[in-house]
């Protein structure tokens, strides 16, 4: 049974740090790029940040390029978003979500396998 499994999120000041977690099991996570989407309220999901199969490749929506970084573990099978200076428009679900592809992937219809979401509300 594939599972993806979002933590990490929570409250926090404008300005601080979290750092999310999916953690995947059921498929190679080895073989899988994986993505970090969120959804702020009243609005579509979003893509945030993606990771090749093997690390070696990322990329950030421009948005959280400065500020946030993703990475993997494939000997845990995790992938990690560090969000740094976290500001209010970053409050959303963020969900992780796998596609087996070498490559990286941006829209969400190609990923195949979806977390069900971690919260994040940055306010003072």
């Known amino acids: 049974q594939v599972q993806l499994v979002e933590s990490g999120g929570g409250l926090v000041r404008p300005g601080g740090s979290l750092r999310l977690s999916c953690v995947g099991s059921g498929f190679g996570f080895g073989n899988y790029a994986m993505g970090w989407f969120r959804q702020a309220p009243g609005k579509e999901r979003q893509f945030v940040a993606t990771i090749s199969a093997s690390g070696g490749r990322t990329d950030l929506t421009n948005s959280v390029k400065d500020r946030f970084s993703i990475t993997r573990d494939n000997d845990k099978e995790t992938v990690y978003l560090q969000m740094n200076s976290l500001k209010p428009e970053d409050t959303a679900v963020y969900f992780c979500?796998?596609?087996?592809?070498?490559?990286?992937?941006?829209?969400?219809?190609?990923?195949?396998?979806w977390g069900q979401g971690t919260r994040v509300t940055v306010s003072s």
């Open positions: 979500a796998a596609t087996k592809t070498n490559g990286v992937r941006y829209g969400e219809h190609s990923y195949e396998y």
